[in-house]
């Protein structure tokens, strides 16, 4: 390229680069933008010139973006807890989807930041201090929420209905409203240690596994809250019913494919062709 093509087309640059970020910078609010609060919510980030990088405002609205759907389960979750009192299962069970879509979108988000260069992550993570994701104000306030979930349910689906999880799951099974509800919770505890997991997935990719977090602390630590089950019951229960059922582990049973001519004291509807000539 000549030297007059290259200054030219940093001109393009700088004048495309002028003409979008000033309107970014200076967005026009009518009723929509009013009424969303875009004026608030677009300078939330910070300006555009003190940006370290290229990678820094999608760092900060992904994140941002996360703290949102936070506000938005956790204010969904205390309809849920009010509901669960009330024994109204229909709003239990929406509501319910709805937190649960959230958090699949949420760790669906995480993979963005994987479009990020582990490089220029060093320089982002210069900016953040000592901060890091355990003070989200919107994780933090979601950890909370599981002990408050699973007293409640119990009052109002399990014992408070004469119950045990192992009746609802095993003995007196019968899919009534306790086993929906239950799997609400169970679906719910999955996503939270889907999202953990991915998220361990996601400093592997950015600042490897074996460094150490702006805390000082290992970053495996981290493993084990990805392990953390909110509502043990609901998993244990699962277990002791395979165990139940597998008692006699070890003890060789029949294979259910058959080796050719072999007769067919098995499966009703499986004849070969001999069988039916
Ligand atoms: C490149 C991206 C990211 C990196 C390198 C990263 C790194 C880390 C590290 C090192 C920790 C442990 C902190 C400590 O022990 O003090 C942590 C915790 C955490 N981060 Fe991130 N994170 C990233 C993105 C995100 C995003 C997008 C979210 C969205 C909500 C998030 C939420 C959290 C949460 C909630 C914790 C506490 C986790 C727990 O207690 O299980 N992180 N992160």
């Known amino acids: 390229m000549s030297q007059q093509q290259t200054s030219s087309s940093e001109n393009t640059q700088s004048v495309f680069r002028q003409k979008y970020h000033n309107l970014l910078d200076n967005p026009e609010m009518l009723d929509y933008g009013t009424y969303l609060n875009c004026q608030q919510l677009l300078s939330s980030q910070k300006p555009l010139t003190e940006l370290c990088n290229g990678d820094e405002l999608q760092f900060q609205i992904v ?33 319910m989807k709805r937190v649960n879509f959230i958090q699949r979108m949420m760790s669906q988000q995480l993979d963005l930041l994987e479009t990020m260069s582990p490089k220029e992550y060093q320089q982002i993570r210069l900016q953040l201090g000592n901060g890091s994701g355990q003070e989200s104000p919107g994780f933090r306030t979601l950890l909370k929420m599981p002990e408050d979930l699973w007293k409640v349910f119990d ?76 509502f043990p019951e609901l998993w244990q229960v699962r277990s002791s019913m395979t165990d139940s059922w597998g008692q006699a582990y070890g003890e060789v049973r029949d294979p259910i494919h058959r080796e050719k001519g072999q007769s067919s004291s098995g499966c009703p509807f499986h004849h070969t062709a001999s069988e039916e000539s």
């Open 63 to 95: 994140h941002q973006v996360e703290e949102l759907w936070m506000k938005l389960m956790i204010y969904t979750l205390v309809d849920v807890l009010e509901y669960m009192s009330q024994e109204n299962t229909l709003r239990v069970v929406s509501l």
């Open 155 to 230: 009052k109002g689906y399990v014992t408070g209905r004469g119950k045990t999880i192992e009746q609802v799951y095993d003995s007196q099974y019968s899919h009534d409203e306790s086993y929906i509800v239950a799997e609400c919770l169970a679906e719910f505890d999955e996503q939270l240690q889907k999202f953990r997991s991915l998220h361990i997935l996601l400093i592997q990719r950015s600042i490897g596994l074996e460094a150490k977090s702006l805390k000082g602390r290992a970053v495996t630590l981290l493993e084990n809250g990805a392990k953390h089950r909110f």
